[in-house]
């Protein structure tokens, strides 16, 4: 599968906007580019997902280099209930099953 | 809808105890699967199955059985608790295809003493 980078960890301070990078150079054609986050103490949570285009949800934004070499989650005001550790996952179309490789994510610190 | 639902929340053990976590969802999906995460680290997949019958190994399957017999559970079987295998352990389930998103449990920690 292909891998992710992302920073260890980051900083935001509270109703500013937080952009989270991720890097996938090797990524291929039918990836999907899925991005989940674990509160404390509790089990990951889906966050957004996208292919090509820029994706948007009630929680956050997705923006998609043209070359799908990276992306970048876009929190567009942090509240202090977005500290978490959120990470990048790439799945693809053709692998069957739940087969999630998570890295060790960014841990984003949220300053009141 | 309960979601992810497993059990128990809690666990120590003994080394050489044998125990199975329970991980059952009630939205209908055909994948399912187990992950540990040991701390400070991301989550490793133990097994997934991908439909009643069908399981197969992922990263760290060893000390680790699973069997799905129906669609809504899948649960965890360790033979013989070693201490190495104490961690919080994560089941997820989601309908096929890799635009869908997957639903987690709140997990379970165990500890083999």
């Known amino acids: 599968d292909a891998k992710t980078t992302q920073p260890n960890s980051m900083e935001s301070n509270e109703e500013e906007p937080v952009h989270l990078p991720c890097n996938h150079s090797?990524?291929?054609?039918?990836?999907?580019i899925h991005w989940y986050r674990q509160l404390p103490s509790q089990g990951p949570e889906y966050v957004i997902h996208?292919?090509?285009s820029n994706v948007n949800n009630r929680m956050a934004s997705l923006a998609i280099a043209e070359d799908r070499k990276s992306s970048t989650l876009i929190l567009h005001r942090a509240t202090l209930r977005d500290a978490a550790v959120y990470y990048c996952?790439?799945?693809?179309?053709?692998?069957?099953?739940?087969?999630?490789?998570f890295g060790t994510g960014t841990r984003l610190a949220v300053r009141p | 809808n309960a979601g992810v639902t497993q059990t128990p929340k809690f666990q120590v053990l003994k080394t050489g105890q044998s125990m199975t976590l329970q991980c059952a969802q009630d939205?209908?999906?055909?994948?399912m699967s187990w992950y540990r995460q040991d701390p400070g680290m991301g989550l490793r997949l133990i097994h997934y199955?991908?439909?009643?019958?069908?399981?197969d190994q992922g990263e760290v399957p060893n000390g680790y059985n699973v069997s799905r017999s129906t669609t809504e559970d899948f649960p965890l079987r360790l033979l013989s608790a070693a201490p190495s295998q104490t961690s919080v352990y994560f089941c997820?389930?989601?309908?096929?295809?890799?635009?869908?998103?997957?639903?987690f449990g709140q997990g379970t920690r165990l500890t083999v003493v």
């Open positions: 997820a389930s989601s309908h096929p295809g890799a635009n869908t998103e997957a639903f």
């Open positions: 090797t990524i291929s054609g039918t990836d999907y």
């Open positions: 996208g292919l090509t």
């Open positions: 996952i790439l799945r693809d179309v053709k692998s069957s099953g739940d087969k999630l490789t």
């Open positions: 939205m209908n999906h055909e994948y």
């Open positions: 199955s991908v439909g009643a019958g069908i399981t």
